[in-house]
């Protein structure tokens, strides 16, 4: 018979089970948590259920010392996971107790899946942000993960000897869930990529999880974006995937990397506007592909003594100029209008409105509608 404390237990489960794991750096925190609590002087055999139900309340009462608030059920939940196969292993191999007191006790209730969406006002923000900050990898590592729904940790180990760019597929051959993957790439993420300097091996991103960690909360503080974390992009990737209409659910599986189907439910939030289309159904197509274009652009509107321009900020051109506001204004509606239906008639490409990534004033901007009276 084998005798040891927790704390003894919580130290060989460490450094035999936690280090095999991925998220080992984390699991330390649990065990080192869970050693100093009243449990870790304690005999293994002697914990009962009602100990680990103390344990349980008293950890749901504290506060998280980086937050100040309350420690989520979530984090009660993985410490409690921890200490019940920590148990299963001593009753079935180490022979250090006779059963196993977590499985006797309710665990914390799971708290919602996160909603969290972006905003299209957030994503722009954020990727003029990330386009003129000085390390070029920050935007093309936010285009990738809106594009193909990786993690933080597989975007940041993606290697050049993994991707296919003729192909347009990442190999990721060490995930989360310890499967490997083969992701598709689209025409905005393999461009993201690219405009990294493509090499023969060797890292595609210059970035480790600390930096860009570090970087996206400066980010968020001088963009004023209150609760976005990196990994809702996932998020919001994956629901946007189900939102295209052609994927079903398996086909999204296989790009996110989701072994359980009902995990991956709670990330379809349809937005609401990319319903609109199936519910006009095929009325009017043709006149509401039209009206469907025909809205406002932004323009910087700039001022001098003897003329003013306007110049468009989702083409290239057309700048127009004149000799006071209103007529200036005037000829770029006509202008836009003009542009919008000779890019109908001849179906070219049309820049969706405010995708610009140029930092600029927002006082100097102004919303030129090519439909509003004159």
């Known amino acids: 018979m084998t005798e040891m404390t927790m704390a003894q237990a919580l130290d060989h489960y460490k450094t035999r089970v936690s280090i095999l794991k991925k998220g080992y750096a984390q699991e330390c925190y649990r065990v080192e948590q869970l050693s100093r609590s009243f449990l870790g002087p304690m005999n293994a055999r002697a914990v009962t259920s009602v100990d680990i139900a103390t344990y349980r309340d008293e950890r749901l009462l504290q506060k998280n010392q980086k937050t100040g608030k309350l420690l989520s059920p979530a984090t009660v939940r993985l410490e409690m996971s921890l ?40 994503e722009r923000l954020i990727l003029r942000y990330a386009h003129n900050h000085g390390n070029d990898s920050l935007y093309s590592i936010i285009v990738v993960a809106l594009e193909t729904a990786m993690r933080q940790g597989e975007i940041l180990g993606l290697r050049w000897e993994n991707i296919n760019l003729k192909a347009r597929v990442a190999h990721l051959p060490d995930t989360k869930n310890g499967t490997r993957r083969d992701v598709p790439l689209s025409l905005k993420a393999r461009d993201a990529i690219i405009r990294m300097g493509v090499e023969n091996t060797g890292q595609v991103f210059k970035y480790g999880s600390q930096g860009l960690k570090s970087t996206w909360r400066v980010m968020l503080q001088r963009l004023a974006i209150v609760d976005l974390h990196f990994h809702d992009l996932r998020h919001e990737a994956i629901s946007r995937l189900f939102e295209l209409g052609t994927l079903d659910m398996m086909e ?38 039209v009206i469907n274009h025909l809205i406002p652009y932004p323009a910087i509107l700039l001022q001098s003594e003897d003329h003013v321009t306007v110049r468009f ?41 405010d995708q610009y990534l140029e930092l600029i004033e927002e006082a100097s901007v102004v919303m030129i509608d090519p439909l509003a009276a004159a």
């Open 83 to 122: 200490l019940s196969n920590l148990f299963e292993l001593g009753r079935i191999e180490w022979g250090i107790c006779d059963d196993n007191p977590v499985l006797k006790v309710r665990k914390p209730k799971s708290p919602p899946g996160r909603e969290r969406r972006l905003t299209a006002r957030e």
């Open 313 to 353: 900020l989702d083409f290239e051109e057309p700048v127009i100029t004149g000799a006071c506001k209103n007529t200036t204004l005037a000829a770029a509606q006509d202008r836009l209008l003009r542009r919008l239906m000779t890019a109908l008639r001849d179906a070219t490409p049309i820049p969706a409105p």
């Open 252 to 289: 999204v599986a296989a790009i996110s990397g989701h072994k359980s189907l009902s995990m991956l439910k709670r990330y379809t939030h349809l937005k609401a506007q990319r319903l609109v289309k199936k519910l006009e159904g095929g009325k009017s197509k043709g006149r509401q592909v």
